[in-house]
């Protein structure tokens, strides 16, 4: 029985860990507004159903379910914040597929019913489209101009 434990744990150890997934942009000119995914027809729907239950600038201590602190993808500021950390673009690393990796980590096993709420309840999971279609825009979202002043904020590029 032990050994069978043993081999469990190595089984989930062996599972990969984050890795960007090299996708570029495949936008024939990101700068000029020609692009196929952007915030209004995919992240803000995408974030809405599968991150900000947790991941919302509305939710404080452990009302985000372990998210980071101002890791806030209810807007795209607070997206563009996270996507030019770096080293550390945690949405590709998390939940992008390319061609360099498929990251499954999030969103995670359990998920909260309401924004904030306990982990109640399996969480939705993307499939395979939207993750490549996630890390496409991630990666054209880099290229794009950002300009937050208007929004009280600094710009983020």
Avoid at 100 to 106: D, G, K, L, V
Wanted: aromatic share 8%; glycine share 8%; with cysteine.
């Amino acid at each position: 029985m032990h050994r069978i434990a043993i081999a469990c744990a190595l089984a989930a150890c062996s599972s990969g860990s984050p890795t960007f997934t090299g996708t570029e942009c495949a936008d024939p000119d990101p700068v000029t507004g020609t692009t196929t995914l952007t915030w209004d027809n995919f992240g803000q729907h995408f974030m809405a159903k599968y991150c900000t239950s947790c991941h919302s600038s509305l939710l404080t201590n452990s009302h985000r379910n372990g998210a980071p602190y101002l890791h806030d993808f209810d807007s795209l500021y607070g997206v563009v914040r996270i996507i030019f950390a770096q080293p550390d673009n945690h949405i590709d690393l998390q939940a992008g597929w390319g061609p360099a990796a498929q990251n499954n980590f999030m969103p995670g096993a359990r998920c909260p019913t309401m924004p904030g709420g306990l982990l109640d309840e399996d969480c939705t999971q993307p499939n395979g489209d939207e993750r490549t279609q996630l890390a496409q825009w991630i990666a054209c979202e880099r290229l794009r101009p950002h300009d937050f002043t208007d929004a009280g904020v600094a710009d983020a590029n």
